[in-house]
């Protein structure tokens, strides 16, 4: 039961903030309503939400048991100089409608995105991945190269087994006594048979170290937990369960290992790290460190969610990002 836990306690992680202060006061922009749809993918229909105007970024959400709603409406704020295209991933949220979870695979997932690039008529587009969605978009830009313009990771988590155990010892040493009341909410039977309240509960020790501000964190316990009463027990257990096997394709291999292929990827990359992030900023820059020509940005106090907590700081690195890039490209034409 305890690796077993922990195994799930890191998956999460790999997953919303009461502003504070002049600058973070930024507010939702005013922008065209969201455009919300259905992308048939075999026997599943994909929830899809496409939202703003610009250069056009597939949003890959984090848990892997999650769906987009914990990022809601805080990264709306790119929408009024990206076009944000949403999608919640197979099994998950409003995409678990006819899956088996058993039918979920790393490869299921990889194909689905490449799905939903097409739906949008992309030849080629920029994936904006957060957490546990940063190791979707690398194992897609792994395999479909010619397909990924640009990378930007927010808060990554581990791309190898070996960083999942840095991650794995900073996370218990910071939880200490909580990890034990974790394990006694996630066995009692009103967790595992999927209740809201007890599954809200866990989660505030989860993330407790996540969030650099209390009030942060009170904001995204609020967000998660409608997003737990939205799901219901059923959909909660079917996501539960399409994380235990998507953990059976990659970190509960002790092979497991992203880093030295990420050497080949000739894409333009940005990696975003918090310095209050409970993954240690180490295991973005092993990240960074491993991509061609990758940019490491390291968000001052901010924590795991740094759309949310940081959204003016994070808004300038990606615009940053796209100039430099652009900038760059051109330099080479001439």
């Given at each position: 039961m305890r690796s077993r836990l922990l195994a799930a306690s890191i998956a999460a992680t790999i997953i919303a903030a009461s502003p504070q202060g002049p600058v973070r006061a930024l507010q939702t922009p005013v922008t065209s309503p969201p455009r919300e749809g259905r992308i048939a993918i075999g026997g599943a229909l994909l929830y899809s939400r496409d939202i703003g105007r610009g250069q056009a970024l597939i949003v890959l959400h984090g848990g892997p048991d999650f769906d987009t709603s914990y990022l809601l409406p805080d990264l709306d704020r790119l929408a009024d100089g990206y076009r944000l295209l949403y999608y919640d991933q197979r099994g998950r949220g409003r995409s678990a409608d006819g899956v088996r979870p058993e039918d979920v695979t790393m490869a299921t997932d990889v194909d689905d995105l490449d799905k939903v690039r097409q739906h949008f008529q992309s030849q080629s587009t920029a994936l904006l991945a957060h957490s546990w969605g940063a190791v979707l978009a690398l194992e897609y830009a792994l395999g479909h190269s010619e397909h990924v313009s640009h990378l930007i990771l927010m808060n990554p988590a581990p791309a190898s087994?070996?960083?999942?155990?840095?991650?794995?010892?900073?996370?218990?040493e910071r939880l200490g006594a909580d990890m034990d009341r974790q394990r006694a909410i996630s066995a009692s039977a009103a967790y595992?048979?999927?209740?809201?309240?007890?599954?809200?509960?866990?989660?505030?020790?989860?993330?407790?170290?996540?969030?650099?501000?209390?009030?942060?964190?009170?904001?995204?316990?609020?967000?998660?937990?409608?997003?737990?009463?939205?799901?219901?027990?059923?959909?909660?257990v079917k996501a539960r369960a399409v994380e235990d096997r998507l953990m059976r394709d990659t970190w509960q291999v002790d092979s497991y290992d992203l880093l030295p292929r990420l050497r080949t990827l000739k894409i333009p990359t940005l990696v975003i790290a918090g310095d209050h992030d409970f993954i240690p900023v180490e295991i973005a820059a092993h990240v960074a460190a491993a991509i061609p020509d990758a940019r490491l940005v390291t968000l001052e106090n901010c924590g795991h969610f740094a759309y949310l907590e940081c959204p003016t700081d994070l808004r300038t690195a990606v615009d940053q990002f796209f100039r430099q890039t652009a900038s760059a490209i051109a330099k080479r034409r001439h």
């Open positions: 087994t070996s960083d999942l155990r840095v991650f794995r010892k900073s996370y218990l595992q048979a999927g209740d809201p309240e007890a599954v809200a509960a866990r989660y505030r020790l989860h993330f407790k170290f996540a969030l650099a501000r209390p009030g942060d964190y009170e904001r995204l316990m609020a967000t998660m937990k409608a997003a737990f009463v939205r799901q219901g027990n059923d959909g909660i």
